[in-house]
């Protein structure tokens, strides 16, 4: 079962609003992550969780909160965001990056699709 | 700046063809390669990995590497017009801490 789930699907907000995105994985993966895909551009990767720790930051503004509360689980939480990070937010997994030679492909989730006014 | 460059396209083959999408990379000590299909708006999807020179098959995908001229591709036979759809090209970096994506080549296949 290689699946990643995501909610809301779809997320309208105002830019003093506060949400939270959510991802869940139950393959057992190790390394979590947070992309922005724009339209017609591929993915920007924001963050990096391995072994439940924030492991990269990609100079994300910090209106962009990550959380990772266990194993299966990542949050995105979001405060004061601009009209311009309206986009698609992506959340992948992968079995374990830092284990040098492990399969490290990357599944994504269906992508939660952001709207700020 | 490591990148990966791909042709946007759009590549247009007939249905039954054969379509062929290339990729170049800059980070020699890439160790991992990977093609997603992305349909309009929905998310990425893995379709081929390879790791190794030389050919991997699956199905009608055939992906490609050549670690030597920093070069991937995908052939898709028999393309039918469920492929159109844009195809992303990652590859690790070479400290295998990210995913270095291409802009993606759009492949339309017309019935």
């Known amino acids: 079962d290689t699946e990643v789930t995501q909610t809301p699907k779809h997320l309208v907000m105002g830019m003093t609003n506060k949400k939270s995105l959510k991802c869940e994985q139950h393959m057992g993966h190790r390394a979590m992550y947070w992309y922005k895909q724009k339209a017609k551009k591929p993915p920007e990767l924001m963050f990096v969780?391995?072994?439940?720790?924030?492991?990269i930051n990609e100079s994300v503004p910090s209106r962009f909160s990550p959380e990772c509360p266990n194993s299966s689980l990542l949050n995105l939480h979001l405060h004061a965001l601009q009209p311009e990070d309206s986009a698609l937010y992506l959340c992948a997994s992968s079995q374990d990056k830092w284990s040098g030679g492990a399969r490290d492909e990357q599944f994504f989730g269906p992508g939660t699709r952001l709207t700020v006014l | 700046q490591k990148e990966v460059e791909q042709n946007s396209g759009p590549l247009s083959v007939p249905e039954g063809a054969i379509a062929s999408l290339n990729c170049t990379y800059s980070d020699r000590g890439s160790q991992s390669f990977f093609w997603y299909r992305q349909y309009s708006g929905k998310s990425p999807e893995l379709i081929m990995f390879i790791y190794s020179n030389g050919d991997k098959e699956d199905g009608r995908f055939t992906a490609q590497l050549n670690k030597a001229s920093q070069y991937v591709s995908l052939l898709i036979r028999d393309s039918q017009p469920s492929d159109s759809a844009t195809y992303l090209c990652?590859?690790?970096?070479?400290?295998?801490?990210?995913?270095?994506f291409g802009k993606g080549t759009t492949l339309s296949v017309s019935s």
């Open positions: 990652a590859v690790n970096n070479q400290a295998g801490t990210a995913l270095i």
């Open positions: 969780y391995s072994y439940e720790k924030l492991s």
